[in-house]
């Protein structure tokens, strides 16, 4: 029952960041879905391991960086949950050495680090 509630969750979380990505960028449903749906992937991996992130940043320049979740909950205590008010990912910054951010819409790519 709970895995089948937080299938439920996490499809309303996409629906609602597809929304608000196509109207924020002006970009098709269909072009924000793919972005969504990248986003998910990527958070599920960077909780087990490290990943390569391209991205905008809020000024519009590009950024690369070495990024993960793995610490999350031991340094804030609490348990990584994907929500439909996320409006950011978060990750550890292997280059700045602290936790950062950039908007779901700005995701450009991403790739595992093996």
């Known amino acids: ?5 937080e299938k ?3 499809a309303i979380c996409k629906l609602v960041w597809k929304k608000r990505i196509a109207a924020e960028k ?10 969504v749906q990248e986003c998910i992937k990527l958070i599920e991996h960077m909780l087990y391991g490290n ?3 391209a991205f905008y940043k809020q000024d519009g320049t590009f950024c690369l960086e070495k990024g993960t979740l793995v610490g999350y909950e031991k ?9 439909v008010k996320q409006e ?4 550890w910054s292997e280059e700045h050495k602290g936790w950062r ?5 700005n995701l450009m790519e991403w790739k595992a680090i093996v």
């Open 1 to 5: 029952m709970r895995k089948k509630m």
């Open 88 to 91: 950011s990912v978060i990750y």
């Open 101 to 105: 951010r950039f908007m779901i819409g």
């Open 26 to 35: 002006s970009i098709s449903e269909k072009c924000a879905d793919r972005i």
């Open 75 to 83: 340094f804030f205590h609490k348990e990584f949950k994907i929500t």
């Open 51 to 53: 990943v390569i992130i």
């Open 8 to 10: 439920s969750k996490l």
